[in-house]
């Protein structure tokens, strides 16, 4: 008998081998700072990770990270240009919700999403192709918001 493989309560990844989504963002990081090359896509593999598990957000900051998750996508905006712009709205000194969800105040996806990508498959490819895996993850994620019935 095998023991049936454990699902991620958020995103509904596989964690098979026990390697959990958490796990696999530890691992992104860990590549990300081992190559500065990997680093480059950093930004998006925060929003992804949090995208795909919005407990970790307030509904205002999964808001913003859809958003952020657009501009960079569709508009292709860098990093650099997204905080310039966007200063005042998440300047924490101004801002006056919070990006980080707490147990009462977190966000959840109104409706289920059937993500095609995650974060234990982003780790499965591999280490190789690092940077375009994680844009190809982006883009899911993105696609799979875009396309998600309305609650
Ligand atoms: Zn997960």
Redesign the pocket.
Known sequence: MTEPIPN?P????SWYDGI??QDAFHQMLFWENENPANGTVHHLTVICYHI??PSLYSPEGLNYAKQLLAAFLVEKLSPDEIRKRSRAQVDSSQRTWRIKGTPDHHSDHPHSITWTI???DVIASGSKNYCANVERWARSIHKALETAPEP
């Not at 958020?10 to 990844?13: I, Q, S």
């Open positions: 991620c958020e995103c509904g990844a959990t989504c795909q598990h995650t974060a234990v």
